[in-house]
């Protein structure tokens, strides 16, 4: 249990607070969007690169007029934004100073198990774990977070998450905004409910099956933000560092935009879009055209509209919404500045790959809801057993399966050989969406109930959103070893989900 954290055991009285209820008043947005800092490590002797990061809790002012108890990597909340650089040897020390174990996965770089900061990769309070490895992989901007079993969810929540951005020189080559905090933003959105004193509180309804909630919006850990920006084509670096919340990200007057990065690279050429939908851990590179606009104020925003014609979410869904519309950031556009920028016609080229061993299929299931609701009560018991149980995960209790089995650390669910490249199938049985995240790879999604995708997933993507009763097939080269005691792990990234048995391992080699 984060000391950061406050869990709500009775699981009442928080009806005022939370998100669906009473939605808070709307936000004035004021003080500017806070930017991660870009951390480049130091060369060691050896010529290899080194970071530091170092967890520990501090406060932080998530929202005006409140502090809050936050963990942070090198700060009090999140954490710098590592710039990695392609090829290069690398060594990276997380020092955990918090009050409990956890762990720091490198979400989407493909590393070794024994690299990748999984659940089996512990580190003890007033530890170090040390990770040296090289990235090969398109430049993308990945992130970092903790990912220990059956607590993901709190210590995300906590503060815990990073940027991590592989470079390779793509982005000055295509003449796209690079210039960190100016024209090229990171935009991390999370939401969270705080208490009056502005403690952050954590499944007040001890089970909400659709995962952690909350109704403020926070951007780089901070709510209703805004950003100075000139007039002049501007990058947008959304990541969806949120526990379980959708957003259909837009743009105040449905002006369009286009998105030229999935999660883990470029794509082949700009689509335009007037809404893009990110599921948690799905990350998108935007381009905005600010170059007519000086002097007017923009809102980015997610809202309910339609996402793309045929993939619409069903209501249990679009829950996730809350059914509401929201301003998550204001954006006031400055003057123009000498160089505009410009649009590329084409980005990338992304290679096709071929299958060369047999498909693996994954369907995903969760309890019923009539029995989730004696779940949920038996849950509830559990929580009053007080702050060790907790400390063992809200799960305890599995929800959500994968081929009807929930994680175990012990099992070992799929075995895939070192070097191959294979299809992946996932069908969502359950009656809500999830989300299905592989580590150690990279994939290109093939079809969406036998259709295509939308445009904008036509890249390397490691997270998808995956809609009850929707069939998913994709593709990935599994090209880095995990033997049997670093294995990699699939699971949904609702982090709830994931905390509740929705997660499975497999090794390559
Ligand atoms: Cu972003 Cu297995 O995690
Ligand atoms: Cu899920």
Redesign the pocket.
């Known amino acids: 249990l984060p000391s950061a954290v406050a869990m709500n055991m009775s699981g009442m009285n928080m009806a005022g607070v939370h998100g669906k209820s009473s939605p808070l008043p709307k936000p004035v947005f004021s003080g500017a969007l806070p930017i991660p800092p870009v951390y480049t490590g130091v060369m060691g002797r050896d010529k290899v690169r080194e970071f530091h990061l170092h967890m520990a809790d501090g406060h932080s002012v998530l929202s005006d007029g409140l502090k809050t108890a936050t963990w942070g990597y090198n700060g009090a909340v999140l954490g710098p934004a590592l710039r990695i650089p392609r090829g290069q040897p690398l060594r990276l020390y997380v020092h955990n100073h918090l009050d409990q174990s956890t762990t720091t996965h490198w979400h989407g770089a493909h590393v070794p198990g024994t690299m990748d900061g999984g659940p089996q990769s512990l580190i003890l309070p007033g530890k170090t774990w040390t990770y040296g490895y090289t990235i090969d992989q398109p430049e993308a901007t990945l992130w970092y977070h903790p990912h220990p079993a059956g607590r993901t969810g709190p210590h995300v929540y906590g503060g815990l998450a990073g940027l991590y951005l592989v470079e390779d020189g793509t982005d000055r080559r295509l003449g796209l905004p690079h210039h960190w905090g100016i024209d090229d933003i990171p935009v991390i959105v999370q939401d969270r409910l705080l208490d009056a004193q502005g403690k952050l509180v954590y499944m007040p309804q001890a089970m909400d099956v659709m995962g952690m909630k909350g109704n403020r919006f926070l951007i780089n850990g901070r709510e209703s933000p805004v950003l100075h920006v000139p007039a002049q084509w501007v990058r947008l670096r959304l990541l969806n560092a949120s526990n379980a919340r959708l957003y259909n990200f837009a743009l105040s007057g449905d002006r369009a935009f286009y998105v030229i990065a999935s999660d883990a690279g470029y794509l082949e050429a700009p689509v335009k879009v007037q809404r893009l939908l990110l599921a948690p851990a799905e990350r998108a590179e935007i381009l905005l055209d600010l170059r007519s606009l000086a002097g007017n104020t923009l809102a980015l925003r997610s809202d309910s509209a339609a996402v793309v014609p045929g993939l619409s979410l069903h209501p249990m869904d679009s829950d996730h919404f809350d059914r509401s519309n929201f301003d998550l950031l204001e954006i006031h556009v400055g003057s123009a500045t000498g160089s505009a920028g410009r649009l590329p016609d084409h980005l990338v080229a992304i290679p096709t790959m071929q299958a060369d061993a047999p498909s693996r299929r994954f369907e995903l299931r969760g309890m019923p809801m009539d029995k989730m609701s004696l779940a949920q009560r038996a849950l509830e018991n559990a929580l009053h057993n007080g702050p060790a149980q907790m400390s063992m995960g809200i799960g305890r209790q599995p929800l959500?399966s994968i081929n009807n089995q929930y994680m175990n650390m012990q099992v070992i669910n799929q075995r895939l050989r070192l070097g191959s490249t294979e299809i992946w199938e996932v069908y969502n049985d359950a009656e809500m969406a999830?989300?299905f995240h592989v580590h150690g790879t990279s994939f290109q999604i093939l079809s969406r109930n036998g259709k295509a995708p939308p445009a904008y997933e036509n890249g390397w993507k490691d997270t998808l959103l995956i809609r009850r009763a929707e069939t998913i097939r994709f593709i990935a080269h599994y090209g880095q070893p995990a033997p049997d005691d670093f294995p990699y792990m699939y699971h949904?990234h609702?982090l709830e989900?994931e905390d509740n048995g929705?997660m499975g391992q497999f090794t390559v080699s």
């Open positions: 959500f999830h989300t949904c609702m989900h929705m």
